[in-house]
């Protein structure tokens, strides 16, 4: 399981679809959160989804009056942006291509990239804006910090 989480200003993905990908069907926006994107892993389950997605809503990554890290997303009322990235699984150990082996299959992950984004809706009260899985889609964020942290288990 790994998450790389973004803190945005804003973000959008737009999905593309048709011969060539280049109409866009569907358009998710939040404001200010965290831009999740979120790949599964062979051997992965529910409780391993679970926690990267505690973790993600719980994380203190924003700043406070102070200008520490201290609160979360939760505590900042944003949005999450969910966009299943398989790729993150990528092995580049080897070769110049990289190996997606350890890559759940889309069957295992779809649904399990859907439970990390209803329990941050769900459990931590937070809107989801969701990217479609399998899906060529353009990501457009703005970083802000810019923060970006890697969340494994």
Known sequence: ?????????RAEVNVRSGPGGEAMTHCETIGAGLVALVCVEVGDDESAIDWAADKTAKLRIFQDDAEKMNRSVVDERGG???????????????GNRPSFITAARPEIAAPLV??????LEREHGLTVARGVFGAM???????A????VIVER
């Open 1 to 9: 399981m790994k998450v790389v989480l973004q803190r945005v200003c």
């Open 80 to 94: 999450v942006l969910v966009i299943s990235q398989f790729t993150l699984a990528g092995d580049t150990s080897k």
């Open 114 to 119: 859907e439970r990390f984004a209803q329990r």
């Open 137 to 143: 889609m353009d990501v457009t964020l703005t970083n």
């Open 145 to 148: 910090g810019p923060v970006t």
